[in-house]
């Protein structure tokens, strides 16, 4: 037996699954990244065993796993966003696909196109679901960026770039005398660097996130509300609910709490989480997360003008947790997006004016 790169490399891709998975698998959050990685440590051995060890004349077996893995990464991205458990006994039809390719490994072709369809289906499904959450998660939290989930949607869009680059290099035979790598060994260990390094990520994202965020509540993903500018016409009703909501984010200052939910303002004006939503839409024409924002970036202005007559030189990211943002990535954007400029230049300016 002649050991390769490509060999040591599934070696390598199923001892980080193996590390994977002992970190995981005691999170109930995490189990589907669980049964990922458990998928991804037997693909590595039948792939091992077909090549080295002939395993491959008793029992074809790794064309299955392209359809374990679409569903997998599906289950995994739910599972970051909703708390509870991610898998559970509903969740057995995902499982039809892959158990029914096990009996059909010998009409390879019918997997592998069922393997392409699984693939679009699911990515789609994924990306879809990390997008409703950043929608609701500005309707419910002022700490919405920090949890946002972009690195996981473009860790998705890798796995289905990489999928379709493996697809290819199985299946386009008529690219090969044109670009004879694609064929070759270099190609395939190219393959399984990319499967490694997808993997690592996922890990790290994943355990991450659930770290960070406890998971929408069931539901959660519904708690939308349209966007638009303010209403133009705001009944009387809705103008006393936003005095309410103003009365306790304002007044009680509940805008500097980092992690502020709509939950605990609508409980503080003594309304429903809808109707917070709701009157904030119809005054300002923001969402939650950026109605908090907003107050929290002109408390900061109050604050730098307050230095520039007063002299003082406190810093501006200070200034920035004073007034609740927790991450200084975030507070730029908002500050810029707010004033069209940056802390920095807003100071000078400031100070510019004091001095004259």
């Given at each position: 037996m002649t050991l390769m790169p490509v060999h040591l490399v599934q070696v390598a891709l199923a001892a980080v699954a193996a590390v994977g998975l002992a970190l995981t698998v005691s999170q109930p959050r995490l189990r589907a990244l669980s049964?990922?990685?458990?998928?991804?440590?037997?693909?590595?051995?039948?792939?091992?065993?077909?090549?080295t060890a002939g395993f491959r004349n008793v029992w074809l077996v790794t064309p299955a796993?392209?359809?374990?893995?679409?569903?997998?990464?599906?289950?995994?991205?739910?599972?970051?966003?909703?708390?509870?458990?991610?898998l559970t006994w509903r969740d057995w039809p995902h499982a039809v696909a892959p158990l029914l390719a096990l009996l059909l490994t010998p009409q390879i072709g019918l997997v592998e196109h069922a393997a392409r369809i699984s693939l679009l289906a699911y990515s789609v499904a994924a990306i879809w679901q990390i997008?409703?959450?950043?929608?609701?998660?500005?309707?419910t939290r002022s700490d919405a960026q920090v949890i946002q989930l972009n690195g996981l949607m473009l860790l998705v869009g890798f796995y289905f770039v990489d999928s379709v680059f493996d697809a290819v290099r199985m299946d386009a035979l008529w690219l090969r005398p044109h670009w004879p790598w694609l064929g070759s060994q270099d190609a395939y260990l190219f393959q399984l660097l990319l499967s490694?390094?997808?993997?690592?990520?996922?890990?790290?994202?994943?355990?991450r996130h659930t770290r960070l965020f406890e998971g929408l509540p069931p539901g959660g993903m519904a708690l939308e509300a349209g966007a638009g500018g303010p209403d133009e016409a705001v009944s009387d009703t809705q103008r006393a609910n936003f005095r309410r909501v103003e009365a306790v984010v304002r007044g009680e200052a509940l805008y500097t709490e980092p992690r502020l939910l709509r939950s605990e303002v609508a409980q503080a004006a003594g309304l429903s989480e809808r109707a917070v939503s709701q009157v904030i839409k119809a005054a300002t024409g923001c969402?939650?997360?950026?109605?908090?924002?907003r107050l929290r970036i002109e408390d900061v202005c109050a604050m730098m003008r307050e230095d520039a007559v007063s002299g003082?030189?406190?810093?501006?990211?200070?200034?920035?947790?004073?007034a609740g943002f927790s991450s200084k990535s975030v507070f730029n954007d908002v500050f810029k997006r707010e004033t069209g400029q940056t802390p920095s230049a807003y100071a000078a300016g400031l100070a510019g004016d004091a001095a004259g």
């Open positions: 049964a990922l990685l458990v998928m991804s440590l037997s693909w590595m051995v039948f792939n091992f065993l077909e090549e796993f392209r359809l374990a893995y679409p569903p997998l990464i599906y289950l995994v991205v739910r599972g970051v966003i909703r708390t509870g458990p991610a997008h409703r959450f950043h929608r609701a998660t500005r309707q490694l390094v997808f993997v690592s990520v996922l890990i790290f994202l994943a355990v969402n939650f997360n950026d109605y908090i924002n003082t030189q406190r810093r501006v990211i200070d200034l920035a947790y004073t």
